[in-house]
């Protein structure tokens, strides 16, 4: 199976990568080295000495250059090898690394891995994140799936799992008879689903009157191709309008590491009336992150060791109408690759 390269992906929260340390991940595949220039700026280079192959994350960090730890040759931030301390310090054609670009936006640092220098402007829009938006944010998590990204993303497109999987915390029983509507606009697909009058689950009951009264609620999630996700989701009293609180922007991001693994980056946005103090704020966090890590990923982890190395689609899964989304988002994809493998890709 195949990624789509010509995108931007989220390869880690910018933070991660600290001045005078080196990161490194795999990303599509790819290994891959990040560490900062002296100027703070990020470097993203292929981690693998063309030499004798050694991770450079093994290494050190002279100045702006990478030292391969096993027989010294440098490499500076465009891949280039600069030095060779052996012989007469000739510098063969071939020693060079891969050099990605990189962007940071919105706290993550964004890379592209396809063909050309892709366009900044493309990277998906989370500005909800940024400190002058006004919302107040809910710190960024990260979890390793040991499912194919895909999977993930239905996951995250069909939120009628709430009912059962989150039941009490994310979901209750009533949401199972949500009016869904999916739709498209300017080539993202949404799925919306909203359930009048629902007993409260516990992470809005505390986003909201914490009454335990019920409510009107409602997800509506937006997939960006081709692993970005934001939500929007609350609840407001039966009958009622959305008001200043009772609800947040979840942000979901995946990354593909391998076939059968993905990064997925989180994060929340809440609204100015959000009343919470720092340990309730601390208990949002934490109660999201049970429900993500502890609830979706054994489902994502078990889901991929039964399906194996087996296709989806020649599994023949049963389709239920909650797949709407899901089906769109990966025949979506699928497009997407040809296009791609065609070289009509426009992304980016
Ligand atoms: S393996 Fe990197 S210099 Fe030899
Ligand atoms: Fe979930």
Not at 38 to 65: K, M, S, T, Y
Not at 104 to 119: A, C, N, Y
Not at 203 to 221: A, P, S
Request: glycine content about 10%; charged content about 20%.
């Amino acid at each position: 199976m195949a990624f789509i390269t010509n995108a931007w992906y989220v390869a880690c929260w910018a933070a991660q990568v600290k001045p005078g340390e080196m990161f490194h991940r795999t990303l599509l595949n790819q290994q891959v080295v990040f560490y900062r220039k002296q100027n703070g700026e990020a470097v993203a280079l292929q981690d693998r000495c063309p030499h004798r192959f050694i991770p450079l994350h093994l290494g050190n960090l002279r100045g702006d250059r990478i030292e391969c730890g096993y027989h010294g040759l440098q490499f500076d931030c465009s891949g280039k090898c600069v030095k060779n301390p052996h012989g007469d310090g000739k510098i063969p054609a071939a020693a060079k690394v891969r050099s990605y670009p990189v962007n940071e936006k919105h706290g993550m640092l964004w890379i592209w891995m396809g063909e050309g220098v892709g366009d900044p402007t493309q990277i998906p829009d989370y500005s909800v994140l940024e400190p002058e938006s006004g919302y107040r944010t809910s710190t960024g998590g990260y979890i390793h799936i040991n499912a194919n990204y895909e999977l993930m993303a239905e996951n995250l497109l069909d939120l009628s799992h709430i009912t059962y999987l989150h039941d009490g915390l994310l979901g209750s029983p009533e949401q199972v008879g949500a009016d869904q509507e999916v739709k498209e606009e300017g080539g993202h697909i949404i799925c919306n689903r909203w359930m009048p009058n629902v007993s409260v689950p516990g992470i809005f009951d505390m986003l909201y009157k914490r009454d335990g009264r019920h409510v009107d609620m409602w997800t509506n999630m937006r997939w960006i191709p081709p692993s970005s996700f934001i939500l929007d989701s609350g609840v407001h009293a039966p009958g009622g309008q959305r008001e200043n609180k009772g609800w947040y922007f979840g942000v979901h991001i995946l990354t593909p590491e391998t076939e059968r693994t993905t990064h997925y980056h989180f994060a929340a946005a809440l609204p100015s009336g959000t009343a919470m103090t720092t340990e309730e704020a601390a208990r949002y966090a934490e109660l999201r992150r049970f429900a993500f890590e502890e609830q979706d990923k054994p489902m994502l982890d078990a889901q991929q060791a039964a399906l194996g190395e087996a296709n989806f689609w020649d599994m023949k899964p049963v389709l239920l109408t909650v797949d709407a989304g899901p089906v769109r988002m990966r025949r979506a994809l699928e497009r997407m690759l040809v296009a791609e493998r065609q070289g009509t890709a426009t992304t980016g």
